[in-house]
C-alpha cells in the first residue's frame, strides 16, 4: 500500500494539536473550579508570585499552571516583565460564568464523557442503551452551565421575539410548560424576563428536578415557577400557551409520541417552541467544527440516551430541520418553521 508521506505528516502535525487541546482541558477545569481565571479577569498583569498568592496556591503550581494556559493562549504572557495577563475577552468566555460567551460548563461536559467511556463502551458492545441519569453527575451541572450561556444571550433578545405572537402573550401573562427542562436553566431566565407569566419545568430526572427548584428559589422567581418530575408523554397540565422542549427532544426515545403529548396538552391557539442543535439535513453539510462536536455529545450521550427510551428512534443530535419536521407532522402539527438560528441552534415554531 502507498503511503502518502504529506498526507500522513498533516495528520501527524493535526494530533498534536488534538493532545495539546485534550491535554490541556484538564487545567482549564482546574481553573473553573479553583477560580485560577476569576483571580485573574480584570486584575491585569500579574507575576506568578502574585498569582500565587491570589490563589493561596503553592508557587511551583502557579507557574506551571500558568505557563501551559500561556502555550494554550488563553493567558498572554509578557517575557520582559514575566507578568501574565487573563484579557477581557478571555474572561468572559473563562471566568464569567453569567457571561452570554461563557465556556466552562462545556468543560464538565466534556469530563463527563471521559467518565462514562466504560458505560458506553459497554452499551455500545450490547447494542443496549444508556439513559442520562446513568451518566456522571458533571454532565447535569455542565449542561446547565453550558447552555445557561445561550439562554441568556438568545432567549430573551431573538429566539421569543421570532415566535409569532408569543412576546406580547408572555409579557401580558402566558402558561408556560418546559419540557425536558434539566436543572430549570431556561425555566428561570425565561421567568426573569416574563414577570407576569407562569411556568413549569418537568423532567423525568428527578436531582435534576431538585436542583432545578433550588435554582428558581435563589433566582427568587420561585413564587411563579415550580418543578415536577414527568416524562414528556405523560407529564400532568392542559392548556398551555407555549410548551418549550430546549435540546431534549432528540434525547427521547420517542419523540413522536412527544410530540402528540404537546398537541394534547397546547391550547387551541397555543405553540409548541423546539430548540434543537444546529444541523443541516445532509451528513456532508454538517462535516465541520460545530458538526464535530454535536456528532461526538451524541455518539457518547443523546443516541444512547434515545436507545435506553421506550421506541428508541434514536434521532441523534445532528437530526436536521427535515426530520424534525417529519416528527412534528407525525405528532400531529401541521404548521412547522425554523423560526431563528445560531451557530449551535436551531429553533422551530410549530402548531396544531
Ligand atoms: C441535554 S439535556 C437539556 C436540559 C435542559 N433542557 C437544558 O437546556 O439545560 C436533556 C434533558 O432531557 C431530559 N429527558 C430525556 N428524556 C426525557 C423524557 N423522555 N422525558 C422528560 N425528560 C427527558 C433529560 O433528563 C435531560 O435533563
Not at 457571561?99 to 452499551?123: H, I, T
Not at 409569532?164 to 402573550?169: A, K, N, S, V
Not at 427521547?252 to 439535513?281: C, K, Q, Y
Not at 455529545?297 to 443523546?302: D, E, G, H, Q, R
Amino acid at each position: 500500500m502507498q503511503i502518502d508521506e504529506d498526507k500522513l505528516n498533516a495528520l501527524l502535525g493535526r494530533m498534536v494539536e488534538e493532545f495539546g487541546a485534550l491535554a490541556s482541558a484538564p487545567l482549564t477545569i482546574l481553573g473553573d473550579r479553583l477560580g485560577l481565571y476569576k483571580a485573574m479577569a480584570g486584575a491585569g498583569p500579574m507575576t506568578a508570585e502574585r498569582f500565587g498568592e491570589k490563589t493561596h496556591l503553592r508557587l511551583r503550581y502557579a507557574i506551571e499552571w500558568l505557563n501551559a494556559e500561556a502555550a494554550s493562549g488563553f493567558v498572554e504572557y509578557d517575557p520582559g516583565a514575566e507578568t501574565y495577563t487573563l484579557s477581557p475577552e478571555a474572561a468572559l468566555v473563562l471566568a464569567d460564568d453569567a457571561s452570554p460567551a461563557f465556556m466552562g460548563g462545556g468543560f464538565e461536559v466534556l469530563m463527563s464523557l471521559f467518565l462514562d467511556l466504560d458505560k458506553v463502551q459497554k452499551a455500545f458492545r450490547d447494542g443496549t442503551g444508556l439513559a442520562w441519569h446513568e451518566h456522571h453527575s458533571t454532565l447535569f451541572s455542565g449542561t446547565e452551565r453550558f447552555f445557561r450561556a445561550s439562554y441568556n444571550a438568545n432567549l430573551e433578545p431573538s429566539w421569543i421575539p421570532a415566535l409569532d405572537g408569543m412576546r406580547e402573550r408572555l409579557h401580558d401573562g402566558a402558561r408556560v410548560a418546559d419540557v425536558g427542562c434539566g436543572f430549570g436553566a431556561s425555566t428561570i431566565v425565561l421567568a426573569q424576563a416574563y414577570p407576569e407569566s407562569t411556568f413549569v419545568g418537568y423532567d423525568y430526572h428527578e436531582p435534576s428536578i431538585v436542583a432545578a427548584r433550588e435554582r428558581a428559589k435563589a433566582a427568587g422567581v420561585d413564587d411563579r415557577v415550580s418543578f415536577e418530575v414527568a416524562g414528556a408523554k405523560t407529564y400532568p397540565g392542559r392548556e398551555f400557551d407555549l410548551v418549550a422542549f430546549f435540546d431534549c427532544l432528540h434525547d427521547m426515545g420517542d419523540p413522536v409520541g412527544a410530540a402528540r403529548h404537546v398537541r394534547e396538552t397546547l391550547s387551541p391557539d397555543g405553540l409548541w417552541m423546539i430548540v434543537e442543535p444546529f444541523a443541516n439535513d445532509r451528513l456532508e453539510d454538517n462535516l465541520n467544527p460545530v458538526g464535530r462536536i454535536y456528532y461526538s455529545a451524541s455518539t457518547m450521550v443523546c443516541t444512547p440516551c434515545s436507545l435506553s427510551q421506550e421506541i428508541g428512534l434514536g434521532l441523534g443530535a445532528q437530526a436536521g430541520e427535515q426530520r424534525l419536521r417529519a416528527v412534528a407532522r407525525e405528532g400531529g402539527f401541521s404548521r412547522f418553521r425554523r423560526a431563528a438560528q445560531t451557530p449551535f441552534n436551531l429553533v422551530f415554531e410549530a402548531r396544531p
